[in-house]
């Protein structure tokens, strides 16, 4: 069975940094594109960034020149680093994974790690 997993959740302070993983595990070919997604209380999921297998990059505007996507492909693992967070970035933060076994395609979504953002 595949799956990815995030970790690196927390509290954080305003201005301060975090960072998050997300490990694809299970008989793996390949991790192609994988997105980091997040959903605050009472509002809908929304993107974060996104990263091809090629390194191609994508950020919401809202993260852009804070957060940095980037990708291990030997560990299948991918990484978001968090600067500058503010209390807006509080939420529960998904990976989305595109992943291969075999001649199987997977969409695999993670269970998500809380970010909170507060003094």
């Known amino acids: 069975q595949v799956q990815v997993v995030e970790s690196g959740g927390g509290l954080v302070q305003p201005g301060g940094s975090l960072r998050l993983s997300c490990e694809a595990s299970?008989?793996?070919?390949?991790?192609?594109?994988v997105a980091w997604y997040r959903q605050a209380a009472g509002n809908q999921r929304e993107l974060v960034a996104k990263?091809?297998?090629?390194?191609?990059?994508n950020y919401a505007d809202s993260v852009k020149g804070r957060f940095t996507i980037s990708r291990d492909n030997a560990k299948n693992a991918v990484y978001l680093q968090m600067s500058s967070v503010k209390p807006e970035d509080t939420a529960v933060y998904y990976c989305n994974a595109h992943l291969i076994s075999g001649s199987n395609w997977y969409d695999s979504w993670g269970e998500g790690t809380q970010v909170t953002v507060s003094s």
């Open positions: 299970g008989s793996i070919s390949s991790m192609n594109d």
């Open positions: 990263i091809s297998s090629g390194h191609s990059t």
